[in-house]
């Protein structure tokens, strides 16, 4: 049989667990709060990317609006780092002549990497220019 310590805790040493567990909860929440900030910066950086292909795609399209492979291309070019596909782009105009307009739609579906801190979303933008 084992006998229970008679030895008693010192002051100095039940303050320093209670520090550790302490430490410990806060640098959890500074983990999440980190990463968060992190994932953050990637999102916003995903829609401001998609925001430029889609102005580039439509000043593109204002010089020729029925290209609509070429004005795919342009904004799948201008995307860089995000992987877009002509999936992601579509174009209108009604009618496609000078002086009307044509919009250019741009869709990513941002993939969060710590789902604990931002969801997966679908980010979406437009831009709209006149036609020469």
């Known amino acids: 049989m084992i006998k229970p310590s008679s030895r008693r805790l010192s002051r100095a040493q039940v303050t320093s667990g ?3 567990v302490e430490f410990a909860l806060v640098l959890s929440l500074l983990v999440l709060f980190l990463f968060g900030i992190l994932e953050g910066g990637r ?24 290209n609509t492979a070429g004005i795919r291309s342009q ?8 992987g877009l596909t002509s999936g992601n782009v579509t174009s209108s105009c009604s009618p496609c002549t000078a002086g009307n307009s044509i919009r250019v739609d741009v869709t990513y579906n941002f993939q969060s990497v710590y789902l604990l801190v931002l969801p997966n979303l679908t980010l979406r933008t437009a831009a709209t220019m006149y036609i020469e």
């Open 43 to 66: 999102a916003v950086y995903a829609y401001s990317t998609i925001t430029h292909a889609a102005r580039e795609g439509a000043h593109f399209a204002i010089t020729d609006p029925t």
């Open 75 to 82: 904004v799948i070019d201008s995307a860089i780092g995000l």
């Open 18 to 20: 209670q520090s550790l």
